[in-house]
C-alpha cells in the first residue's frame, strides 16, 4: 500500500473514532470550524463588496 493512502487511513480512523467516542466534543468543534469559514466568507464578501462599490 502507499504510505499517502495509510495516513489518510489512519487519520479517518481517529476521526470516526473521535466522533463515536466524544459526540458533544465532535459537534462542537464542527460548529466552531463552521463559524471559521463561514466569518471567512463574510470578510471576503465585504471585500467584494468594498472593492466595487
Do not use: C, H
Amino acid at each position: 500500500m502507499n504510505a499517502k493512502k495509510i495516513v489518510l487511513l489512519a487519520v479517518v480512523a481517529l476521526l470516526v473514532f473521535y466522533l463515536i467516542t466524544q459526540p458533544t466534543q465532535s459537534a462542537n468543534a464542527v460548529q466552531t470550524v463552521l463559524g471559521w469559514l463561514r466569518e471567512g466568507a463574510d470578510a471576503i464578501i465585504t471585500f467584494v463588496k468594498q472593492l466595487f462599490a
